[in-house]
């Protein structure tokens, strides 16, 4: 009786044992069933990062190819292919070209996936997007798939091109004489004239009213080696090539009329017959690279404003007035843009066109860009003002009434300035001659400023007239492109050209790549 009692126990002892070690059994198999499953999540979303990796190196690899390829392309090109004829040298115009074709073939969206497909899933692949973000500045971002698992990584890149070093002929020879005034005959003034700096002549020996000058006055200027300083030559009118009309809803039949307010994105050089703006509207055109718009007849009404806006510093518009251009009181061109982001030519190669002077003497015109008028005459109207350089291939600049400018630079090698009224120059002035009526001038006084940016501000007495931190201009109508043509480094006539280095370009990573949200 006692025996099947402990028989009893026994059984009941060993099925609690087997629970007992069942349950421990099914945990240890939980347990490690959700350490298998964790370690595979892990090690997918560490799959995804290597993919959305993958994808970037791929995609830089691309890149590479293409900006080496590119620059062989754009190295072979002769200069009249290039397009960017303002600018002064072939290799400013190469390496617009090469940016200009770099963004067409780098920016954009692309998808990588060449990946091996696994045993549980064939979805696996990297979304990659290249964005501009500055002349010759990239953005890499690849995004890798592995399913519904998503992760992001971006690298920033810099492709430089590298100007080579080369000696060429070009325009004088002898650079830019650093004078307040320098005329290449007389200075023929009878009132109020004051040089703030240095006041020359080039080959004449008399001045008819020696003008109060800080730094006395040189008549003839001679360089070191004793020689008369010549006038330097004016850089190369532009000759552009045959342009198709402008593409865009507000242009009819290549006619564009403004009558509201409106801006208008370009992307590449186009043409207009004829551009109307209505008085008190403005038409801004939006640019993120250099343009060049031709308009063979512009009209800008009273108050009326054309400007350009960008956010590239290194874009600026050529606008190209071939035939005519009518102004009314206070025309405006680029008024709240930057200066240096509009050249303004004037001229044709077509001896029938661009004949009529530069605006018109009755009325007052605020220009806030650089300007090159090719042979016609320049009239300004009283109250006028221009921000920028000023070049010119007439025979006259004629101001009548008060009127200041702010330059970097006046070059009219053969032009005669000409007052009637007050007159206030704020930078470099070189002409042919300057005069002022016989009988002198009357209720005005004529100033001229030599105004040196690159001095700190804080020593700078005239730094109201320079932009900080001060970087010299370098587009078609500057003192820089003037410097480059007359200095030996032109590009204007047939002589060797003697390479010290040639053009190159550098591909470079900014920084490391980093995971983004």
């Given at each position: 009786m006692g025996h099947k009692r402990e028989s009893g126990y026994m059984l009941v002892g060993t099925i609690l044992a087997i629970v007992i070690l069942s349950v421990v059994g099914l945990s240890l198999v939980a347990v490690s069933f959700n350490s298998v499953k964790t370690s595979s999540a892990e090690r997918d979303y560490q799959a995804v990062y290597y993919i959305a990796e993958a994808g970037?190196?791929?995609?830089?690899?691309?890149?590479?190819?293409?900006?080496?390829?590119?620059?062989?392309?754009?190295?072979?090109?002769?200069?009249?292919?290039?397009?960017?004829?303002?600018?002064?040298?072939?290799?400013?115009?190469?390496?617009?070209?090469?940016?200009?074709?770099?963004?067409?073939?780098?920016?954009?969206?692309?998808?990588?996936?060449?990946?091996?497909?696994?045993?549980?899933?064939?979805?696996?692949?990297a979304l990659i997007e290249v964005n501009h973000t500055g002349q010759g500045k990239y953005s890499i971002v690849?995004?890798?798939?592995?399913?519904?698992?998503?992760?992001?990584?971006?690298?920033?890149?810099?492709?430089?091109?590298?100007?080579g070093e080369y000696i060429e002929s070009g325009g004088t020879g002898d650079g830019v004489p650093e004078y307040a005034l320098f005329a290449k005959e007389d200075i023929d003034v009878r009132g109020s004239f004051i040089v703030r700096g240095a006041p020359a002549g080039a080959e004449s020996?008399?001045?008819t009213t020696v003008p109060s000058s800080e730094k006395g006055v040189h008549l003839p200027?001679?360089?070191?080696?004793?020689?008369?300083?010549?006038?330097?030559?004016?850089?190369?009118?532009?000759?552009?090539?045959?342009?198709?009309?402008?593409?865009?809803?507000?242009?009819?039949?290549?006619?564009?009329?403004?009558?509201t307010n409106h801006e208008l994105t370009i992307d590449e050089n186009s043409k207009l017959?004829?551009?109307?703006?209505?008085?008190?509207?403005?038409?801004?055109?939006?640019?993120?690279?250099?343009?060049?718009?031709?308009?063979?007849?512009?009209?800008?009404?009273?108050?009326?404003?054309i400007k350009v806006e960008t956010t590239n510093r290194d874009a600026y518009l050529n606008l190209h007035i071939e035939d005519e251009l009518t102004?009314?009181?206070?025309?405006?061109?680029?008024?709240?843009?930057?200066?240096?982001?509009?050249?303004?030519?004037?001229?044709?190669?077509?001896?029938?066109?661009?004949?009529?002077?530069?605006?018109?003497?009755?009325?007052?015109?605020?220009?806030?860009?650089?300007?090159?008028?090719?042979?016609?005459?320049?009239?300004?109207?009283?109250?006028?003002?221009?921000?920028?350089?000023?070049?010119?291939?007439?025979?006259?600049?004629?101001?009548?009434?008060?009127?200041?400018?702010?330059?970097?630079?006046v070059l009219a090698p053969h032009a005669t300035l000409e007052f009637f009224g007050s007159v206030e120059y704020y930078g470099m002035i070189i002409v042919r001659s300057i005069k002022a009526g016989e009988e002198g001038i009357k209720g005005g006084a004529i100033t001229f400023t030599y105004v040196d940016c690159t001095i700190p501000p804080h020593l700078n007495i005239y730094h109201n007239f320079c932009t900080y931190p001060y970087e010299e201009p370098t587009g078609p109508i500057s003192l820089h492109a003037v410097k480059e043509f007359n200095s030996g480094n032109g590009s204007n006539d047939n002589s060797e050209v003697e390479v010290i280095r040639e053009d190159e370009f550098n591909l470079e990573k900014v920084g490391s790549i980093k995971e983004i949200n």
């Open positions: 970037l190196n791929y995609q830089l690899n691309q890149i590479e190819k293409v900006a080496s390829d590119t620059f062989e392309h754009v190295m072979t090109l002769k200069e009249n292919e290039l397009g960017y004829n303002t600018e002064p040298t072939i290799h400013k115009k190469r390496m617009l070209k090469y940016y200009e074709l770099l963004d067409k073939k780098i920016i954009g969206e692309y998808t990588y996936n060449r990946f091996e497909p696994t045993m549980f899933t064939n979805s696996i692949k690849s995004e890798g798939h592995i399913d519904n698992d998503v992760r992001k990584v971006q690298q920033e890149i810099n492709i430089e091109w590298i100007e020996e008399q001045i200027a001679k360089n070191e080696s004793g020689e008369l300083i010549r006038v330097p030559e004016l850089p190369p009118f532009p000759n552009l090539p045959k342009l198709h009309c402008l593409e865009n809803p507000l242009v009819n039949d290549c006619v564009l009329e403004i009558k017959d004829e551009v109307i703006i209505e008085p008190n509207q403005t038409i801004t055109f939006i640019i993120d690279r250099p343009i060049d718009l031709q308009i063979e007849r512009l009209r800008i009404g009273a108050n009326a404003n102004t009314e009181q206070n025309s405006q061109i680029n008024v709240g843009g930057k200066w240096e982001q509009m050249n303004v030519f004037y001229g044709s190669y077509d001896e029938n066109k661009g004949k009529n002077p530069f605006v018109n003497e009755n009325d007052a015109i605020n220009i806030n860009a650089s300007i090159y008028v090719k042979d016609a005459n320049i009239h300004l109207g009283e109250n006028s003002q221009i921000r920028g350089s000023i070049f010119s291939g007439g025979k006259f600049i004629t101001s009548h009434g008060a009127f200041t400018t702010v330059t970097q630079l």
